[in-house]
């Protein structure tokens, strides 16, 4: 809720948490907790087999076969939440082929999220999904380079979600340039990162929040190391996407895994 989109992103990712709640930035002006890639093409069936779609409108990733890793702001407080659906297994969310969807049966949300940083949490599913899962940075050793971001969120700001997954890259930028664009000076450095292009024109949107950002490691796999969490508006020039740096949260997230 830090930019124009992060505010969007982020109350509608609240209100689907109302409900049982990306952007790859939330929906907002800034970025909040819905959010589509713009810029980017359409993932091929398979392509990225741990992304998940959850019915309040966000993203997120298996972390495990049985647990989401998303954004604190796209769900409600921790506890027991039957109110979420997880859609995985598809590109097309209209396809029933391979397509699986469970439900949720409790919601770990980060101890101490107050809106700033903290952008993460955690869903367990009523049944194991069999696909692959996103292994996450434990250091910081993959928070540069070019990364890739994927989900069902708006293709333009302020547009509709989308039915087939978008992907894209974008480049890190480092904290002292991000916090010097307008809009940015609240970017809490010691837990996020920022990635996009100055020019703009790729970028994560409204639907997109919680869904994960990645590369390839040492050993060509992929690894997880944001989570879409806030932005001013989407693909907008100098404004960039704010993403919760997974590698600060490993251990805290290793920990809520493994309460559920």
Not at 171 to 179: E, K, L, M, T, V
Not at 255 to 260: D, E, H, I, Q, S
Request: glycine share 14%; proline share 5%.
């Amino acid at each position: 809720m830090k930019k124009l989109l992060t505010a969007l992103k982020r109350c509608a990712a609240l209100g689907a948490a109302a409900l049982a709640i990306v952007s790859l930035q939330p929906l907002s002006t800034a970025h909040a907790a819905d959010g589509r890639v713009i810029g980017g093409s359409r993932a091929s069936q398979g392509e990225f087999p741990f992304m998940v779609r959850l019915s309040m409108g966000c993203g997120g990733a298996l972390y495990t076969q049985q647990i989401v890793l998303t954004a604190a702001h796209c769900v409600g407080s921790t506890g027991p939440n039957t109110g979420i659906t997880a859609t995985a297994g598809v590109v097309d969310l209209q396809s029933t082929s391979g397509r699986v969807q469970v439900r949720s049966t409790y919601v770990y949300r980060a101890p101490g999220y107050n809106g700033t940083g903290k952008d993460w949490a955690l869903i367990k599913l009523a049944a194991p999904v069999n696909l692959p899962t996103l292994k996450i940075a434990t250091t910081t050793q993959y928070n540069s380079g070019t990364f890739t971001v994927a989900g069902w969120g708006a293709a333009t700001e302020g547009g509709p979600q989308q039915r087939y997954m978008l992907k894209a890259n974008v480049p890190f930028i480092s904290d002292a340039q991000c916090r010097a664009y307008s809009g940015y000076s609240g970017l809490v450095a010691s837990d996020e990162m920022c990635a996009g292009l100055p020019s703009g024109g790729v970028d994560t949107c409204q639907g997109d929040s919680g869904g994960p950002m990645f590369r390839r490691d040492a050993n060509n796999a992929w690894i997880q190391v944001g989570i879409v969490s806030w932005g001013q508006g989407c693909a907008r020039p100098n404004a960039p996407g704010v993403y919760s740096e997974v590698s600060t949260f490993a251990s805290a997230i290793a920990a809520g895994a493994a309460t559920l």
